[in-house]
Structures are given as C-alpha cells and as structure tokens.
C-alpha cells in the first residue's frame, strides 16, 4: 500500500515549510497534484487561497 499524504494549508509560507520538512523526511512531491484554490469569505469579501499537494514516500509508484 503507498503511503500518501496531502498537504492542505491557506497560509503559502506555511505549506511551503511543510512540504520542504517532508521532503526532507523522504517523500516526493506529486507536482501534478499541486493546485491553488480561491475562496471568498462571504462576510468579508476576503480572497484566501487553499493551497494543495499530494506527497508520497520517495521510490513509491502510484497506480492511477
């Protein structure tokens, strides 16, 4: 069984961090699945972005 993880965050800095401490713990990121997703706050008109990626353990194959 592959061990994926996702990574979800609406602070950049923060999912940046992230991503790079599990890198350095062996997982590879899945470029394909890095994705930006605005969203509004309904109350403010506020745009916040979710920013998303898949990791997985280095040398692991994924089987669409």
């Known amino acids: ?14 999912f940046h ?3 790079l401490e ?4 062996g997982y590879a990121a899945r470029r394909d699945t890095y994705r930006i997703t605005p969203e509004m706050n309904p109350e403010t008109g506020e745009i916040v972005h ?3 990626i898949e990791l997985q ?6 089987k669409e």
């Open 1 to 14: 069984m592959d061990e994926v993880l996702i990574v979800r965050e609406w602070e950049c800095d923060l």
């Open 57 to 62: 353990r280095a040398g692991q194959t994924r």
């Open 50 to 52: 979710l920013y998303t």
């Open 22 to 25: 599990l890198e350095a713990q």
């Open 17 to 19: 961090r992230r991503v």
